[in-house]
């Protein structure tokens, strides 16, 4: 089976600002693009009705008007307030992902609304941390956005030193893509089949497969999912197979 992925281009030391889309067409309603900022870098995203901006902080450090000014220097996820331009600035270069989902009038009238909710700040190391059946007990599996922060998406990763494996499994109620960290070295299993992926890689797994994942020894297995659901109420079985594990 053909797996599509895409190689990050590494974060330049000087240069313009650059934004690169990523696997265009491979999901209904997103878009997902790579920013890269250089030192003293700065980026305003505009404004963007019925659509709304996910970020994610990959390498170096990000500083958002939305996040009171706080530079960022970790890895980390943020979601803007909805309807608002992104004034974004860097101090020594920065990598980060942009998803772009498209909402429908409802779902982006209800974000409005909501204004306890945003701007979203979760930073990626002291994410809420859970364990599924497809994981083996060695595996830290984090929740980066669980469900509910926004509309039919959710965000989380699995990390692990080999040997280990992701039992194949299937979920034809979502689409969904791995962003291959950069220190990962792992095999996709797609359908039975193996599928060597380089670290810093965005693949799209395909809809409806059997996939799994398996790391070597002494290698290292780490990947942020993103699901893409196609109906919000199907978001339940994010719920009831993550199992949430006390601090």
């Known amino acids: 089976m053909h797996l599509s992925y895409t190689t990050l281009n590494p974060l330049p030391c000087g240069g ?64 803007p307030m909805p309807g608002t331009d992104i004034c974004l ?19 982006w009238k209800a974000l409005q609304q909501d204004t306890n909710s945003f701007p979203y700040l979760q930073r990626y190391r002291t994410s809420a941390r859970y364990r599924d059946a497809s994981k083996s007990e060695k595996t830290t599996s984090r929740k980066v956005i669980p469900p509910g922060v926004v509309p039919r998406f959710c965000m989380g990763s699995v990390e692990a030193i080999g040997p280990d494996r992701v039992a194949p499994h299937a979920h034809p109620i979502l689409d969904q893509l791995f962003m291959v960290l950069p220190e990962s070295q792992i095999t996709l299993e797609i359908n ?20 799994g ?35």
């Open 89 to 107: 600035a860097s101090l020594d270069g920065a990598s980060f992902l942009e998803i772009v989902l498209e909402l429908t009038p409802q779902e």
């Open 16 to 79: 313009q600002p650059a934004t690169r889309n990523l696997l265009e067409g491979e999901i209904q309603g997103a878009m997902v693009r790579h920013h890269t900022l250089p030192p003293a870098g700065e980026r305003v995203l505009a404004e963007q009705q019925d659509r709304l901006s996910i970020l994610f902080l990959l390498e170096g450090d990000l500083t958002c008007q939305q996040a009171d000014q706080e530079q960022i220097t970790e890895r980390a996820a943020l979601v």
């Open 192 to 211: 039975g089949e193996p599928h060597p992926v380089p670290g810093n890689s965005l693949v799209h797994i395909p809809l409806g497969s059997e996939h």
């Open 213 to 247: 994942v398996a790391v070597e020894a002494g290698q290292h297995l780490h990947y942020l999912w993103l699901d893409f659901f196609f109906n919000q109420n199907d978001m339940v079985f994010i719920t009831q197979s993550h199992q949430e594990l006390d601090d």
